[in-house]
DNA sequence: TGGTGTGAACAACTTCACAGCG
DNA sequence: CGCTGTGAAGTTGTTCACACCA
């Protein structure tokens, strides 16, 4: 149980188990075995058992593994076991729609405060129920509301000053939806989801194969 | 010039590398070393000069990178000195953020045609244009239109039978944004943008540092 | 018997270090 | 002299193959 020593792909694999449990859970099916799982989650299945082997031995020989018990194991291992105060910075339609992503509060993700740097949106009240806050407060709202990460949603030129300013406040981990790589001071973590890295490898794929 | 052995990693940074040539081409800077480079994208000088040296010899030694030279010749690498004919199937919250997303006809990806399952939604018009079609029109439209890349923004329960379609209507490619692995026949390619997996690898970094 | 857990073999990717060239 | 291009070394991650055990 070297922490350290886990690769960042694992925990990117354990993500994935664990949804596929969840869907498991509520098919009624009680036990999976690693190729099974593997299969589902297009991997091998040495390196599910290997994934999971980093944190406990969670299977049983000759039998596989009780989805309930490992989902509760993987759940842990992630903290999913407990809900997670977030903000969001940026309310275009990105912004907006990450509000209404169903996916977010039903993993323990919540949205609990929202900022935006239009003076005309400073103050409106989101359906979800949020206030719209302005940048300028982001300081004194993430330190009341105990908020642990920060999603970026703001255009690229903004998305630096923003992670700073989170940081500043207090923020440890970011999500960046902004087109650009992000520089953070050691001991915080980025995570970018960026669409167009995404579509450019589509497209060098599909370039290549018609070479 | 070996495509076989590029890293899949080679080529997300080569995306980033463009990102940050177009921005200095518009600071009007002509030059650049690789420690320069690298530092702005946050990677290794070595690991600059090796992405590139797998598609030519772009540098000049003892001055560097011409940055204009440079972005051509990554973009026609990457296959972006072209545009891309894509379809949008799911208009939902995310599916029109998409649609609204500037940075994609800025690199030459264009929604030609989108979709929704929803028959209150099929045949309404979108404020970019586009006319919604229903589901069962997507073979004759995609083929109609030449599509190239589909992008499934539908939720999970519908995001496996849409690739099925796209793959059969002749899409070699497809971007997932749907919370799900994607099964998909050999000579496909799919890229997902899995927004929980990101959250979860942050919770994860954050629930280890608490330990 | 059948599937886990795991050391050992393998493969892939990254970084180093320096020759080579403008 | 300075920075690229690159073999070689180092590091990290994956797969194999089988001992082990319910």
Redesign the interface.
């Known amino acids: 149980m070297k ?1 350290s020593k886990i690769p ?1 792909a694992t ?2 694999r ?3 188990y ?3 449990l969840e869907e498991l859970l509520s098919s009624h099916i009680n036990i999976i075995a690693s190729d099974k799982l593997a299969q ?3 991997v091998n299945p040495a390196q599910v058992r290997k994934d999971l082997a980093y944190f406990g031995e969670f299977g049983v020989r000759g039998v596989g593994y009780f989805v309930k018990e490992l989902l509760f194991e993987i759940k842990k ?4 076991n407990r809900s ?1 105060r977030m903000a969001l910075i940026g309310i ?3 912004g ?3 509000i ?2 169903e ?2 509060p039903k ?1 323990g ?1 919540e949205f609990v405060a929202v900022f935006d740097i239009d003076p005309k949106k400073v103050g409106r009240r989101l359906p979800s129920g949020q206030i719209i806050h302005g940048i300028d407060e982001l300081d004194e709202v993430i330190k009341e509301k105990k908020i ?2 920060g999603v970026i949603a703001t255009p690229a030129s903004q998305a630096q000053a923003t992670a700073r300013r989170l940081i500043d406040a207090g923020v ?4 960046n939806f902004a ?3 992000i ?1 953070i001071p050691e001991g915080f ?1 980025v ?3 960026d ?15 018609a ?1």
């Not at 440890?172 to 999500?175: D, G, H």
């Not at 669409?195 to 194969?209: C, P, R």
Request: include cysteine; aromatic fraction near 10%; charged fraction near 15%.
């Open positions: 922490f960042a925990i990117t354990l993500s994935l664990s949804r596929v589902k989650c297009g291992i992630l903290g999913l997670w275009g339609n990105l907006l729609a990450l209404a992503h996916n977010f993993q993700y642990e990460i440890k981990a970011i999500l087109p650009i790589q520089q973590i995570e970018n989801v669409f167009t890295v995404k579509l450019d490898n589509l497209a060098y794929h599909l370039t290549m194969e070479v």
